[in-house]
């Protein structure tokens, strides 16, 4: 904690002086988007109706409450995807990366530090992002507590997880966006934010299960749109646990390697 609230704090510090409103602007614009126009889908082309199919493949017939509940998860995933990935390569970018190697703080705290902060962020934006849903007429059932709950931590490790890797490739090649980029697409049509991920071939739904958002997503979605208890949703959340885990592992295995590269690049340079 040492390490990780002073981060938390600077990251605040940073966003409230120079970023006041784009970043908040910018992810929230997002998920309204999506939402309104689903909306207005829902209501001018299906008549206000999901198709069975739709129902048999989404395991609801709650369309509007399925794109909220994944608009909703999308914004979180992508915000904090953008502050923790992208960390390790602010420093590289400001020249701070040299100091932060020789500094005797561990990553992971910092990390965290980091992540804590886009966290608070990011549920801000999703409440206004919530009642902008409310508020145009989607009506969502009332969640049932400890399963959300428990469903809100395995998402944040989920993407905590998969983001430090993402680091790690971002420091390595020098290059954030078309990183980032590919991944939010992959997550886009993979995951299942806007549709059933069994609209998908096979292959490409089996990959979407190596994805631990796909998982956590699912768990959402039974936490809110069909009040289960925790043990209705337990299998799925412990494999978003394992999978979040199983990336992070992999992800601080690589980061000490990729800094170096890095580091080695600045200075050839």
């Not at 600077?10 to 120079?18: D, G, H, K, Y």
């Not at 909703?72 to 100091?99: D, H, N, P, Y």
């Not at 705290?109 to 549920?123: D, H, K, N, R, S």
């Not at 979605?221 to 799925?236: F, I, M, V």
């Amino acid at each position: 904690m040492a390490t990780a609230l002073p981060t938390l704090r600077r990251n605040w510090l940073v966003t409230m002086r120079a970023y006041q409103w784009t970043y908040f602007v910018g992810t929230l614009a997002t998920g309204i988007l999506t939402v309104g126009l689903a909306y207005l889908a829902f209501h001018a082309i299906g008549g206000g109706r999901a198709g069975g199919g739709f129902a048999a493949a989404a395991g609801t017939a709650d369309y509007l409450g399925y794109v909220t509940v994944g608009a909703a998860a999308s914004m979180f995933s992508v915000r904090m995807v953008l502050w923790v990935a992208k960390a390790q390569i602010t420093e590289q970018r400001e020249g701070t990366l040299e100091s932060q190697v020789l500094a005797p703080a561990r990553r992971l705290p910092y990390l965290i530090g980091v992540g804590l902060q886009a966290l608070t962020t990011t549920v801000v934006e999703v409440v206004v992002m919530l009642a902008f849903a409310i508020m145009i007429g989607v009506r969502l059932p009332a969640p049932d507590p400890v399963t959300l709950l428990a469903a809100f931590v395995a998402a944040s490790v989920a993407v905590f997880g998969i983001s430090v890797p993402l680091s790690a490739i971002m420091i390595s090649v020098g290059e954030a966006h078309i990183t980032q980029n590919t991944l939010f697409v992959a997550m886009g049509l993979l995951c299942g934010f806007t549709f059933p991920p069994g609209y998908l071939p096979d292959p490409l739904r089996w990959l979407g299960e190596a994805l631990p958002i796909t998982s956590a997503l699912r768990a959402l979605r039974a936490a809110t749109l069909e009040h289960a208890p925790l043990s209705a949703a337990a299998p799925d959340l412990l494999l978003c646990l394992a999978l979040g885990l199983a990336y992070l592992a992999v992800g601080l295995r690589l980061l000490g390697p990729a800094e170096r590269i890095a580091i080695q690049r600045g200075g050839s340079a």
